[in-house]
């Protein structure tokens, strides 16, 4: 594919939002701060679809974006249903999300390798459409973590929205400050990312991501923290009640993707 023609292409389809996060990274991705943390939402309407999908990601895109510095790739489906998909990126500045079209277009391999997905036409989509957010990670856990690596291991996504902006940030203080990251760690609830949401749906909220060995493991650890003392003695402040600080809370249950390296 010809430069003039993938530009075509990723304006056309948005198809280039999955891999657009891309850029020249040959420098150690520890070296900054904190992470930008993209999270994708891939819906998929039929097995069809879902089976592309996955044979873009594994064979040409995850490649393309290691090959550029961006690793970890996370790859998600719900427990039971087809989907949506979900793809996880880390980035490592601001500029890694801009940089979108540009470092793709010179990737050949990756525009061979990815054709097929690519080149699909109107009338048999590669995919029905893309939500992202974009998450800035919290200073109290500042980069993504792998915590599991069973076979078996499935992970937790949840979203706590706040009625105000102010309010976020105590709930964001509440994990940074107040120790609650620290509870998750001593009772097994393993930590994959803590997200402020910069851009996305469901404003203001903050997002994260626990990894477990298994649904088993998850509701023990969920069980050793309701119990836990700092917990108990957090929930009973005033300033960290729920019905102070949270107006909604979505929890989902993930598991990766074959070849997900998260």
Do not use: C
């Amino acid at each position: 594919m010809k430069r003039r023609e993938f530009l075509a292409v990723s304006g056309a389809m948005g198809v280039l939002p999955f891999a657009g996060t891309m850029l020249a990274a040959d420098h150690d991705t520890r070296d900054h701060d904190r992470d930008y943390l993209e999270l994708r939402t891939y819906t998929v309407e039929t097995e069809t679809q879902r089976q592309a999908f996955d044979r873009f990601a594994a064979e040409a895109a995850i490649p393309a974006l290691n090959r550029l510095g961006i690793s970890p790739v996370g790859v998600f489906y719900p427990l039971e249903e087809l989907g949506p998909i979900y793809v996880l990126l880390p980035h490592t500045s601001m500029e890694s999300v801009a940089t979108l079209t540009q470092r793709m277009a010179a990737d050949d391999e990756f525009l061979s390798r990815g054709a097929d997905f690519l080149n699909a036409p109107a009338s048999a989509p590669a995919y029905k459409r893309i939500e992202s957010s974009l998450f800035v990670a919290f200073k109290g856990m500042p980069h993504l973590e792998t915590p599991v690596k069973s076979p078996g291991r499935v992970f937790q996504l949840r979203i706590y929205e706040s009625p105000s902006i102010k309010t976020g940030q105590k709930k964001i203080e509440m994990f940074n400050d107040a120790g609650e990251i620290a509870i998750f760690r001593r009772v097994g609830l393993n930590p994959v990312f803590f997200g402020e949401a910069l851009v996305g749906s469901k404003l203001p909220n903050l997002t994260y991501m626990l990894g477990f060995d298994s649904i088993d493991d998850k509701n023990a650890a969920w069980k050793r923290f309701g119990g836990d003392p700092d917990w108990q003695r957090l929930r009973t402040m005033d300033e960290y009640a729920d019905k102070n600080i949270l107006s909604g809370i979505t929890n989902l249950m993930l598991k990766p993707a074959a070849y997900s390296q998260i």
